[in-house]
Structures are given as structure tokens and as C-alpha cells.
């Protein structure tokens, strides 16, 4: 009895260990780095019904057993066309173009019922090779490849590149590089290519806060093929007398009295009445200067003046003579002389 515990033990700690690694490497998958250091994802990390819903392409292989016949059992590759034209015995090609493989075994069973008596045949797909990885990458934590079997829109490839990261500018370019293979019912497919070159239709731009804000015509669908580049932002440059000195990415409408405010305000010492942006003209290495009353921003006497990337702004210090630098050392020198000496006139008193 003993004997048959002990063996039992061991067996299942051995089906244990066969069993655990295996679901722990079919749940996460495996992934590796491709050409310019872009993820590529697994299949693996598909979900189940985008792969019982893949409708087939060329370049797609197939394997048709036809049981108690293995003379009429084929392996192949679906044509440029679309269709199955090598089966044995059937001189009709079969369509397989965005069908799944359950209508082309429906289709391959009506073909051989013609020479065989209630056949039985499976259709397997060995081969998902039709749809080209869409790409993206730019301000994304986790630039990527992605292999796609079924819809997918674009929030859901923003989400599995990680989100955006604080270089995003707002805007996200996708940029289609295959014509659609497979459109749903009514949909009007735009050519990618007219006669004087790429098509409107081929570069399109979506806002960010549109996509967030749940605006349907900002979540389209992302095709195999599709180039996506979250837009990353210029720099802008805030020196001088600021709380936080610092350059700053460019976000859409950032103004100056946005820029100040996200870096601290301006210090005590800074003069908010005479600050400057020095702005980098086209084909030139001077720079023109703007000379920005923050005060008079603030009041809406004076517009709020848009940001552009590479703009330098600079608080400058107050003049050591200014009227504001000598009233400010002024008290510091008299209450710290007062409040430093034993048996100054300033005592400290409490009232009750």
C-alpha cells in the first residue's frame, strides 16, 4: 500500500512539473528583438477567437486529409489568386480568399462527394502568412511588430505598445502600406496609389485627445501593413530665474504663462515684466526676440503668446539697483540685525 502511495506521489509531481512550465509559456509567450530593435510579438499572444475568426489570404497553407483516401490527402500554399487549385481529382480551383478554413472545407467536401461517398475531410491551417506585421513605434514605451489575425483598431495597438509616453505631441500619423484585402460589406476601399503618386487616403492623422475622449472616427481599424508613429514633441528651453529650470517637450497650444506655471512661476528675484523668448528663424542662425509682460498676460491686456519648438525662454534677474532687490536686502539686513542682537529694542513678547 505503501509502494502504491509513493508511486502515485511521484506521478504527480512529475505531471506537475510537465504541466506547470508549459501553460506558464503558453499564457506569457516568448518575444524577441527584430530589425531596429522593434519587438516583434509571438502568435501566441493572439487571442483564441481572432484565430477562429482568420479569414484566409494568399501565401496562407492548408492541410487537406481526406480520411480512408491518403492518395487524395494535399499540402499546400493558397495562390496570389486566392484559390486552391492543385487538389487532386477537382479541376475547379476552390476560393479561399477571406474565407475560413471551416467554408473552404464545406466547399472541398461538396467537390469530392462528386467521386466519393460521403467523405470525410479536414481542413487545417498550418501556415497564417497573408497578412504583412503592422508597425509601431515613436513615443510609445515599447516600439513593436505586430502580427494581426483579425480587427484590430487602433486604441488596442496603443495599448499593447504600453500607452504614449511625455514625448507625444498629440498627433498619431498611420501611414498605409497595403491596399485592404478583405473589406466588410459597404466598405469603400480608396486606392493607395493615384497617377501623381501617394493618395490622400494612404496618410491619415488622428488627435490623441480625440482617441481618448472615445470619438469613434479617431479608433479606426489598423491594417496589416499599417506604419503607426505616435508623434514625439520638440523640445522648448525655460532658463533664468524660474523655480525649475528645465527644457520641456512641446505639447499642441502650450503658451508662455502654461510653460512658467509648469516649471514653478517666477522667483522672487526674476523679473516676470520683461521676459524673452528667443526664437530660431528658418535659414538663419539669429534668433528674433520677443519681449513677453507676464503680468499683463495674466490680466489679458496682452494675447498669451503660443509656444513654437526650440524656443529658448529666459526670466531674467532683477538689477541688483531695482527698487524690488533693495527694499528686499534691506529687510533682510535689519530684521536679521535686530533679531540677532542680545538685548535689542525688537524683544519677543506673547500676547494672550
Given at each position: 500500500m505503501m509502494k502504491i502511495k509513493a508511486r502515485t506521489t511521484i506521478l504527480l509531481v512529475a505531471a506537475c512539473l510537465i504541466t506547470v512550465p508549459a501553460l506558464r509559456a503558453q499564457q506569457q509567450g516568448t518575444s524577441h528583438v527584430g530589425n531596429q530593435g522593434l519587438e516583434v510579438m509571438p502568435a501566441a499572444s493572439m487571442d483564441v477567437q481572432g484565430i477562429k475568426r482568420y479569414l484566409l489570404g494568399p501565401g496562407d497553407t492548408l492541410d487537406v486529409r481526406v480520411f480512408g483516401q491518403p492518395d487524395l490527402n494535399w499540402q499546400g500554399e493558397i495562390d496570389a489568386a486566392g484559390t486552391l487549385t492543385?487538389?487532386?481529382?477537382?479541376?475547379?480551383?476552390?476560393?479561399?480568399?477571406?474565407?475560413?478554413?471551416?467554408e473552404v472545407q464545406k466547399d472541398i467536401i461538396a467537390a469530392y462527394s462528386?467521386?466519393?461517398?460521403s467523405p470525410q475531410i479536414s481542413v487545417r491551417v498550418t501556415g497564417r502568412n497573408s497578412r504583412v506585421?503592422?508597425?509601431?513605434?515613436?513615443?510609445?514605451?515599447s516600439p513593436a511588430r505586430v502580427q494581426m489575425f483579425r480587427r484590430v483598431?487602433?486604441?488596442?495597438?496603443?495599448?499593447?505598445?504600453?500607452?504614449?509616453?511625455?514625448?507625444?505631441?498629440?498627433?498619431?500619423?498611420?501611414?498605409?502600406?497595403?491596399?485592404?484585402?478583405?473589406?466588410?460589406?459597404?466598405?469603400?476601399?480608396?486606392?493607395?496609389f493615384r497617377e501623381n503618386g501617394l493618395s490622400a487616403q494612404a496618410l491619415k492623422i488622428y488627435k490623441i485627445a480625440d482617441l481618448l475622449a472615445g470619438k469613434e472616427e479617431a479608433n479606426p481599424v489598423i491594417r496589416p501593413g499599417d506604419v503607426v508613429t505616435v508623434m514625439e514633441s520638440k523640445p522648448v528651453y525655460i532658463t533664468g530665474n524660474v523655480m525649475s529650470p528645465q527644457p520641456m517637450y512641446l505639447r499642441e497650444g502650450l503658451t508662455?504663462?502654461?510653460?512658467?506655471?509648469?516649471v514653478g512661476g517666477v522667483r522672487p528675484d526674476g523679473v516676470a515684466s520683461d521676459?524673452?523668448?528667443?526664437?530660431?528663424?528658418?535659414?538663419?542662425?539669429?534668433?528674433?526676440?520677443l519681449r513677453i509682460d507676464l503680468g499683463a498676460v495674466?490680466?489679458?491686456k496682452n494675447p498669451d503668446v503660443v509656444l513654437q519648438a526650440y524656443d529658448i525662454i529666459e526670466v531674467p534677474k532683477a538689477s541688483d539697483w531695482s527698487p524690488k532687490v533693495l527694499?528686499?536686502?534691506?529687510?533682510?539686513?535689519?530684521?536679521?540685525?535686530?533679531?540677532?542682537?542680545?538685548?535689542?529694542?525688537?524683544?519677543?513678547?506673547?500676547?494672550?
Open positions: 492543385s487538389l487532386p481529382f477537382i479541376e475547379t480551383p476552390v476560393l479561399a480568399r477571406c474565407r475560413t478554413d471551416k462528386k467521386i466519393l461517398k506585421p503592422a508597425m509601431i513605434f515613436g513615443a510609445v514605451p483598431r487602433l486604441h488596442e495597438l496603443i495599448t499593447a505598445s504600453g500607452g504614449y509616453t511625455e514625448r507625444a505631441n498629440g498627433d498619431i500619423q498611420i501611414l498605409h502600406t497595403e491596399p485592404v484585402m478583405c473589406p466588410e460589406p459597404g466598405e469603400v476601399v480608396e486606392p493607395l508662455i504663462t502654461k510653460a512658467i506655471a509648469m521676459i524673452r523668448i528667443y526664437r530660431s528663424q528658418l535659414g538663419s542662425a539669429d534668433y528674433e526676440v495674466k490680466k489679458k527694499l528686499s536686502g534691506l529687510v533682510k539686513t535689519v530684521m536679521g540685525s535686530a533679531m540677532g542682537t542680545p538685548g535689542s529694542i525688537l524683544q519677543y513678547k506673547v500676547m494672550y
